[in-house]
């Protein structure tokens, strides 16, 4: 797992934690994450943003890339600084392939109750990249940037 270049971090402040692949496990980190960002005093906005897309992540990994398994595990890295945000969510899956999901906003997908949480995550964050097998996400969002 490395950090995408563009991001601005370097792999060696990266905090990690693995956590069993459950919605209650993963609370965890998800407030330790929004915590350190609201001591870095970021807007309502990117706060918001940053809950949004890691929930939508989090909830990604442990319903599609472990389906659901509660003996898999998941692994986030993240680095929380005063001007950006990284953040990596893995999941033990077979991964997928990004492209070849459905637009959810095309006529026939939009009452499928499904499919927008990967379109929210590049809606409310600066930056989202998927590594070759599809398995994990990397977030970046610049403090006080625009959705």
């Given amino acids: 797992m490395k950090v995408p ?8 402040v990266l905090t990690e934690l693995v956590v069993p692949s459950d919605l209650r496990s993963a609370k965890q980190p998800e407030e330790q994450i929004l915590r350190e960002v609201q001591d870095r005093n970021y807007d309502e ?6 809950k949004l897309a890691l929930e939508e992540a989090l909830t990604n990994a442990i319903r599609h890339g472990n ?3 509660d003996r898999g595990r998941l692994t986030i890295l993240y680095a929380v600084r005063s001007d950006r945000t990284v953040i990596c969510v893995r999941d033990e899956g ?4 990004p492209a070849s999901l459905p637009d959810p906003t095309a006529d026939e997908n939009l ?12 809606a409310y964050m600066t930056k989202i990249r ?3 097998q599809g398995n994990e996400v990397w977030m970046l969002k610049i403090a006080g940037a625009p959705q």
């Fill in 45 to 50: 906005q990117s706060v918001f943003a940053i």
């Fill in 111 to 122: 009452e499928v109750p499904n499919g927008r949480g990967i379109m929210l995550m590049y």
């Fill in 94 to 97: 077979q991964g997928f392939e």
């Fill in 130 to 132: 998927f590594n070759d």
């Fill in 67 to 69: 389906r659901n398994d």
């Fill in 5 to 12: 270049a563009d991001f601005g971090v370097s792999d060696g």
